[in-house]
């Protein structure tokens, strides 16, 4: 039954009020400001809602002469970038709530920020991997960028940051003998159709949680991206980029499991990647899929056959036992995104060019694919060399150990000598 509407109350005085939150004072306490009105609530709401539009920073915390970096943070995030994605705006939330939290930077005010405790701050993340401290030194940046475009502060200390060296901890391409792993024993686990979706379409995860059957066309062996289901906040969206809305070829592996998975009598609106109990994904229940799905091709890569119960398996138990018997454990374990990295990896391998590759995965900037294929190539020199290594060294021992066969009949260089002079 639909819960009544509460009438307005009036004041003692015979006035409505409409209350605005304006702002923190210097001492931290609320700035509230008020609206009256005799006629009605809502007239005294559309007071507020003037007062707003004439001063657009109200809301948040413009009323002071001065901000701390926590403060002006928090109208950065609603006034620069209230229009992004609800998961972007949590990521640059995250980050900026992680340098304030730096021993008390986010206290201070604007104006008291020096060059110094930027590049405190910049140093304490040596070490991190690039990403991190690439995403801190741009929120940082821009920050205080916009506080001086704001002439809140006279200029921006964080314009010369201290150079940092990260390390790369970014997302690694499966191994051969994993992926065959997988594609073979991907029935084992409930969860083999996306894992599949992402190794061999190189989906990103909400992209294959939000495929349709009708987005599979097996006669011309496509798969038609163009949502995403956001997992965290659950619904389903537009793909990240406007390179997100692509066409992706569907291979042999994909299309075969697709094959068997597909009942005639299914409708054409419905998911391919459902849970157990046949719903939709939630982040709680992909992870705790992706995680089963590790064990179970853990137990595959292991020779253990699927328990009636998957929930009373026991890693460590397992483990121990495999390496009292003389075995040596194979461990599994790799995350959504090292899949599709992997599909990327299958691409370079295949020698599929760059500009193919960035279109069936999605990526805004060719400079995102290129950085891929120049990683790999590096590994893959890498890996040439230590061949070649090996390989010279063989050569020098196999050619050591025929110089000493062959010590009287070798021309030393003073054997070479001694015979010129004698010519």
Known sequence: MAKAKTKAKKREDGRYQS????????????????????????????????????????????????????????????????SLAQNTIDGYTSTYKRICDYKGLGEMDLADIKPMHISAFMTSLAGTSKSNISKKRYVLKELLRTAVDNKIIASNPAEKQTKVKGSYTGHRALPKAEIDLITANYERHRGGIPIM???WAGL????????????????????????????????????????????????????????????????????????????????????????????SMERAANGISEPADPRGWRRDRAKLHREEAGGRWIPVEFTAHDLRYTFA?????ADVDVQTTKTWMGHESIETTMRIYTKLSAEKQTLSTTAMDKFAAKYSANAKAKKGEDSDTLLTPSKAIESASKR
């Open 19 to 82: 209350k605005l939150r304006a702002g923190i004072d210097e001492n931290g306490k609320p700035i509230t400001k008020y609206f009256y009105s005799y006629v009605s609530k809502a007239d005294a709401d559309r007071q507020r809602a003037a007062y707003v539009l004439a001063h657009p920073f109200q809301d948040m915390t413009a009323l002071k002469s001065c901000y701390t970096l926590r403060e002006w943070a928090q109208v950065w995030i609603k006034s620069y970038k209230g």
């Open 197 to 199: 979706l992402m190794l």
């Open 204 to 295: 990103r995860r909400g992209e294959a949680l939000a495929l349709k059957w009708g987005d599979i066309d097996f006669f011309k062996k496509q798969i038609i991206v163009k949502k995403s289901l956001d997992v965290k906040h659950k619904n389903i969206k537009s793909t990240k980029t406007e390179a997100g809305d692509r066409i992706v070829p569907l291979f042999a592996p994909l299309f075969e499991a697709l094959m068997q998975a597909h009942r005639p009598d299914t409708s054409a609106g419905a998911l391919i990647c459902v849970t157990a109990a046949g719903k939709q994904y939630t982040e709680t229940a992909f992870n705790r899929m992706l995680s089963g799905f590790c064990c």
């Open 345 to 349: 990896t299958l691409c370079y391998d």
